[in-house]
């Protein structure tokens, strides 16, 4: 069992669509959790960290942490072509964890 | 404030040959990560480096190596290259380190290219 699992997608939203990403992780010990987004050919950069319960909001993005069910989400708000990219979830543990990522596409 | 800068930026290397990457942190962070990046595999975790010392290993093979210096800059070598090890190598910096949750920054990353 991967310590963190994302749907790899494609993921296809229409432009000013709310998009939804996923991820699961595996140890209930995990106590930092992470966004990244990824464009082709480049490297990942941190969108958002979170770190208890509940909901954190950043612009149009917000994340949402369930620790009970081991869930990590983050919901894009208004998507815009610019938003298309590879998003990766990251859970600590003794070191970070890595998802393969959700390929997230927005049509105009 | 500069960020996590790596060198080279790209670089092709024929099958059995060696290579070294660098990666300066960002001023004040202690601890360097090194990912390898491939199309099927994701980010796989190589080896973090905190006050140069090795904190962490992934499963990598023994031609995979690292050390940090005293200025938290770090280098990874590469002995013995094989085809597979085409990739993108991404190191990245946090403050204390992985275990403490702290963020990680991630530079733009070294292309391998094996021939």
């Known amino acids: 069992q991967k310590e963190v699992e994302q749907n790899s997608g494609p993921l296809s939203v229409p432009e000013g669509a709310i998009a939804s990403l996923n991820c699961t992780y595996s140890d209930r010990g995990s106590q930092s959790f992470f966004w990244y987004r990824q464009y082709s050919g480049k490297s990942p950069e941190l969108i958002m960290s979170?770190?208890?319960?509940g909901d954190k909001e950043d612009g149009r993005f917000t994340a949402q942490l369930n620790k009970a069910s081991q869930y990590v989400s983050l919901l894009i708000r208004d998507s815009q072509p610019s938003d298309s990219a590879t998003y990766l979830c990251a859970v600590t543990g003794n070191q970070f964890y890595f998802g393969t990522g959700t390929s997230l596409t927005v049509i105009p | 404030k500069a960020g996590v800068t790596q060198t080279p930026r790209y670089l092709i290397k024929t099958r059995g040959q060696q290579v070294t990457l660098s990666c300066s942190p960002i001023s004040g962070h202690r601890s360097v990560s090194w990912y390898q990046q491939t199309p099927g595999q994701g980010l796989q975790f190589l080896f973090e480096y905190f006050s140069e010392t090795q904190r962490n290993k992934g499963n990598f093979p023994g031609r995979f190596s690292g050390r940090q210096f005293s200025n938290s800059r770090s280098e990874m070598n590469v002995s013995t290259l094989e085809l597979g090890d085409s990739a993108l190598y991404l190191c990245?910096?946090?403050?204390?380190?992985?275990?403490?949750?702290?963020?990680?920054?991630f530079g733009e990353g070294s292309w391998l290219t094996v021939v």
């Open positions: 990245a910096s946090s403050l204390s380190g992985q275990t403490s949750g702290n963020t990680i920054y």
């Open positions: 979170i770190y208890s319960n």
